[in-house]
């Protein structure tokens, strides 16, 4: 992210992205909520990629670095609000559940952005509440600081279906496995298997918007079957990779 915008407000409103359009990175000095209510939508920042299909939405808090980018053509809903309003109390990017009720909230709040009548601030009192009881979805991919880490890390957004292990990969950036398997911890938080399927999992998002088949989505990003993959990710998103389809 070389040269970073920024705007004071953050936006509130509608706009339409192709497939693999984006928004370049940027800050605004409010919160915002980012839902696609058709594509999927990535938001990229210095400390990795949050992802989400149209039953997620994204949280970008104020002062945040970020950029954005569609997979599939892609209707971005956002929603500024001011820095008192966090009904979550979250300071970091989050990917959030979104039900039936509070995509319908979203998708009307942000129709009429210029609308400032009393209608329009009970629907944002309504949508702040739904928002209160929204949980953290899975779909953050933490990015690694530590070059030796981020040159295995590399080889894998490059070719998830690298089914090398963590030591044959280490083998081949010249670091060992105890090495990498204590910077998983530390720079990621997580096992090494469990960043690996949360970015294949990133990865076929990213496929399925772009209409590719579930087999091949699955082949692709590295699962040894369809029913493994389609079993993976219900667990994850709640859904098949064929329901999924239809959410968009």
């Given at each position: 992210?070389?040269?970073?915008?920024?705007?004071?407000?953050?936006?509130?409103?509608?706009?339409?992205?192709?497939?693999?359009?984006?928004?370049?990175?940027?800050?605004?000095?409010?919160?915002?909520?980012?839902?696609?209510?058709?594509?999927?939508?990535?938001?990229?920042?210095?400390?990795?990629?949050?992802?989400?299909?149209?039953?997620?939405?994204?949280?970008?808090?104020?002062?945040?670095?970020?950029?954005?980018?569609?997979?599939?053509?892609?209707?971005?809903?956002?929603?500024?609000?001011?820095?008192?309003?966090?009904?979550?109390?979250?300071?970091?990017?989050?990917?959030l559940g979104v039900g039936p009720l509070l995509r319908e909230l979203i998708i009307e709040y942000t129709a009429r952005p210029a609308d400032l009548g009393a209608e329009r601030r009970r629907l944002r009192a309504v949508l702040l509440d739904q928002l209160r009881r929204c949980a953290e979805q899975p779909g953050y991919v933490p990015a690694a600081r530590d070059p030796r880490l981020a040159a295995v890390c590399s080889m894998l957004h490059d070719d998830p279906a690298d089914n090398r292990t963590l030591r044959q990969l280490g083998a081949a950036a010249g670091v060992g496995e105890r090495t990498l398997t204590r910077l998983c911890g530390a720079e990621l938080g997580m096992t090494f298997p469990q960043w690996r399927t949360r970015l294949r999992l990133h990865h076929a998002l990213r496929l399925l918007a772009e209409g590719v088949p579930v087999t091949a989505v699955a082949h692709r990003c590295g699962w040894a079957s369809s029913s493994a993959f389609i079993d993976v990710f219900r667990r994850a998103f709640g859904h098949t990779p064929g329901a999924h389809r239809a959410l968009g």
């Open positions: 992210m070389e040269r970073i915008r920024h705007t004071p407000r953050a936006t509130t409103g509608q706009r339409p992205l192709p497939a693999g359009g984006g928004i370049d990175a940027h800050r605004h000095d409010e919160h915002q909520i980012v839902y696609a209510g058709r594509g999927v939508l990535a938001v990229t920042t210095d400390a990795g990629s949050w992802i989400a299909p149209a039953n997620r939405a994204l949280w970008i808090p104020a002062g945040t670095v970020h950029e954005h980018r569609a997979y599939g053509a892609t209707d971005l809903h956002l929603v500024g609000l001011a820095v008192a309003d966090n009904p979550l109390r979250l300071e970091q990017p989050a990917v």
